[in-house]
C-alpha cells in the first residue's frame, strides 16, 4: 500500500528540504518536521530548528472555488549561558528573519512536487511575539515561532 | 522571654541541614564554593508552551543556608546564571542553573522568617 502523505505534510518536508540546502545561515542548525514538538531544555545549547504543521484555513472564492491557507510554525529554540546579552538574542532573532526573508521571497515558488509540478508560496506569515518572554526569563531560552501561511499552486 | 520562634527556626534549620542534605558545589563567575550542605526542596517537571513548541524543564530547589554562601568573606546572593553542581551515587554531576520560575523574577526567596535559609529555584541543563 502506497504511504499516504497529507499535503500538509509534504509542504512541512518541502520546507525542512529548503532550509537545509542553505549553507550561509548565520548559525548552523539542520532542521527537522515534527508533529509533536517535546523538547527538553538540556538539548538546546545549540540551535535547534523544528517545521511543524499548524493547521489549515479556507476561504470561498466563489460558487466554485475556495482558496486554502496551510499553516506551517517555524520553531527557532536556543538556550543561552547565564542571562544572555542583547547580541546573543539579537543573533537568533537575525536568524529567524533570515529564514522568514527566505521563505517569503515573492520570487520563489516552493516544489513540492518535481513530477506533478505542485508547489506551494507564503500567502502571509504571523510572528509575535518577536521571542518568548516566559522562556527568557525562566530559563534564558530563546523560543521564537514564526506561522506561515502558505497556498498550494500546480 | 527570647525569641522561641527564631530559635526554633534556627534549630530546624540545623537538623535539616545535619540530617536532610547532601554537599553540593556552588558556582558563581567569581568562584566556586565547594561541599556546601543543600537541602533538595521541591521537584517539578513544567511545560511552557511557545505555540505549537512544548519546552520541557527539570526544575529542582536547593536549601541553602545564607551564611554557606561566601566567597572571600562576601555573601553571595543568588542570581540567574549561577550553577549548582550536585554529584549523585553513581559519580554523575548533574548541573542546575539558578533560574526564576513562574511569573516572580526572583530566583530565591527565604524559607523561614529568620532569614537562615535561602531557597534557591534551579532548573537542570545537563550534566558534566
Keep these: 500500500m502506497a504511504e499516504l502523505k497529507p499535503d500538509i505534510m509534504r509542504l512541512a518536508d518541502a520546507v525542512v528540504a529548503e532550509l537545509n540546502s542553505v549553507t550561509t545561515w548565520p548559525l548552523p542548525f539542520i532542521a527537522k518536521r515534527k508533529l509533536l514538538v517535546e523538547q527538553t531544555i538540556e538539548e538546546l545549547e545549540t540551535v535547534h530548528v523544528f517545521v511543524v504543521p499548524e493547521g489549515m484555513e479556507a476561504e470561498r472564492l466563489d460558487r466554485k472555488q475556495f482558496t486554502r491557507d496551510h499553516r506551517i510554525s517555524i520553531g527557532v529554540m536556543r538556550r543561552l549561558k547565564a542571562t544572555p546579552t542583547d547580541t546573543e538574542i539579537g543573533q537568533i532573532v537575525e536568524l529567524v528573519e533570515q529564514i522568514v526573508d527566505r521563505l517569503t521571497n515573492t520570487t520563489h515558488r516552493l516544489t513540492i512536487d518535481a513530477e506533478t509540478g505542485l508547489a506551494a508560496t507564503v500567502t502571509g506569515f504571523e510572528w509575535d511575539p518577536v521571542y518568548w518572554p516566559p522562556h527568557l526569563r525562566q530559563f534564558n531560552q530563546v523560543s521564537c515561532v514564526p506561522i506561515l501561511a502558505w497556498q498550494f499552486y500546480r | ?128
Design chain 2, 1 to 128: 522571654m527570647g525569641d522561641l520562634i527564631g530559635d526554633g527556626a534556627s534549630w530546624l534549620a540545623g537538623v535539616q541541614k545535619s540530617h536532610v542534605s547532601r554537599l553540593v558545589d556552588y558556582v558563581t563567575p567569581g568562584g566556586t564554593i565547594e561541599d556546601v550542605a543543600a537541602t533538595i526542596g521541591a521537584i517539578g517537571q513544567p511545560v511552557e508552551q511557545a505555540g505549537a513548541m512544548n519546552l520541557l524543564a527539570q526544575t529542582r530547589e536547593f536549601i541553602i543556608d545564607a551564611a554557606d554562601l561566601t566567597i572571600d568573606d562576601a555573601v553571595i546572593v543568588p542570581q540567574r546564571g549561577h550553577q549548582i553542581k550536585d554529584t549523585d551515587d553513581e559519580g554523575t554531576v548533574h548541573i542546575y542553573q539558578v533560574c526564576a520560575p513562574g511569573d516572580s523574577g526572583d530566583v530565591w526567596r527565604w524559607g523561614d522568617g529568620s532569614f537562615i535559609r535561602r531557597i534557591i529555584h534551579t532548573t537542570r541543563i545537563g550534566t558534566e
